[in-house]
């Protein structure tokens, strides 16, 4: 299985409850490792450009609003199959159909508001790594 990078975010709701680290050790006990991290608040044009895919989706506005709440934990992990155990440890994007011990069914409040963000695909983990931190802001674990 190939050393994998993927782009995560700790949402503004799961950074409100103070499960940063509840959620950061959930990754880490995975087997996934920590390569970079920030935390910051996006802007209005950040969340916007982030969520670019989903313009033309009638929660645009409201994801785009939620997003800008309040500070983002943004993060790459990096492990074996980095990218598809991220999406199994956060579960369904609806926090109703995610599976039992998911960060979403145990932190989401609703689908808006759903805890965290994780790439989908190599090439969406590539563009969200690269929209979020400078190659020397990301430090190799599998070295
Ligand atoms: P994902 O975050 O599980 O990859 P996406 O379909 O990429 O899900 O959607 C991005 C984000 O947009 C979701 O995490 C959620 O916050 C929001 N979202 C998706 N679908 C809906 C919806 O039907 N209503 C409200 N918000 C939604």
């Known amino acids: 299985m190939a050393i994998e990078r993927t782009l995560s975010i700790i949402k503004p709701d ?14 880490e006990k995975a087997g996934l490792c920590i390569a970079a991290l920030k ?4 802007t209005r044009q950040q969340a916007e450009a982030f969520y670019g ?3 033309d989706k009638p929660f645009f506005d409201d994801l ?7 500070p983002v934990v943004v993060q790459v992990l990096e492990g074996e199959n980095a990218i ?5 440890l956060m ?10 011990g998911t960060i979403r069914a145990d ?3 609703s689908i808006d508001a759903n805890a965290v ?6 090439e969406t983990a590539a563009q969200e790594i690269a929209f979020f931190f400078k190659d020397d802001e990301i430090f190799p674990r599998f070295d």
Do not use: C, Q, W
């Open 14 to 27: 799961a950074v409100a409850k103070n499960v940063i680290g509840e959620i950061i050790s959930r990754f």
């Open 39 to 42: 935390m910051m608040k996006l």
């Open 53 to 55: 895919v989903h313009r």
């Open 64 to 70: 785009v609003e939620y997003m800008i709440s309040g």
């Open 84 to 88: 598809a155990k991220n999406r199994e």
């Open 91 to 100: 579960g369904a994007t609806n926090p109703k159909e995610a599976a039992p």
């Open 107 to 109: 932190f989401a409040d």
């Open 117 to 122: 963000h994780g790439s989908d695909s190599p």
